[in-house]
């Protein structure tokens, strides 16, 4: 019932074009991938051109990072938690997505939490805390501290992307890594 529900959505998406620009530029629309019924969700900002490529979200480089995060760190397997970006179309050259392409694709996340029912977000990055908290606020002073969005606990951290251009910040993901472990129960 819940993969379905997450199918029928994922059909929903790939025939989307309420975005012009990035419906006309994308190779595909990339939904998310994981487990249906993961306690944890990771929540990014949008395709990049290796997740446009593959489909799937968190591949290139930054991927990597993150599921070293997920394996090595949390000790968990990458399939036992579920992926998914605020946009689900990639912007061309990488750029933030507009306001009006959030908009457009908020139904879409949106529902997909609606349906999987994860306990704990994570959100990866600026754009994924502050489009989902629907705040200014800067993820300095956002992480570090659970967060209550919709009955949802979430934690919000550094962008893997950024952590491999500033790796000092690594050390503050892993802060927040382990009081999110904490928080499921995940710590000994
Ligand atoms: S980003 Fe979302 S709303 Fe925009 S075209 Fe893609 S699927 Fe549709």
């Known amino acids: 019932m819940v993969a379905g529900g997450l199918e029928g959505l994922a059909a929903e998406v790939a025939a989307c074009t309420l975005c012009h620009e990035l419906a006309t530029t994308r190779t595909q629309t990339v939904f998310g991938v994981g487990n249906p ?13 290796d997740e446009d490529r593959q489909g799937e979200p968190f591949v290139g480089r930054a991927g990597m990072l993150l599921t070293d995060i997920i394996q090595k760190g949390m000790k968990l397997r990458r399939q036992d938690v579920y992926i998914l970006n605020i946009l689900k179309c990639r912007p061309p050259g990488n750029r933030n997505p507009a306001g009006d392409e959030v908009a457009h694709c908020r139904p879409f996340f949106e529902r997909q939490l609606e349906i999987i029912q994860p306990k704990f977000i994570c959100c990866l990055g600026s754009v994924a805390a502050q489009n989902l908290l629907e705040t200014n606020v800067s993820v300095g002073r956002l992480r570090g501290k659970l967060h209550d969005w919709q009955g949802h606990q979430v934690l919000v951290t550094y962008h893997p992307a950024y952590l491999l251009r500033n790796p000092a910040a690594k050390k503050d993901t892993w802060e927040d890594i382990q009081l999110l472990m904490e928080a499921m129960g995940l710590k000994s």
């Open 37 to 49: 019924r993961a306690e944890l969700c990771f929540l990014g900002e949008a395709p990049g051109a």
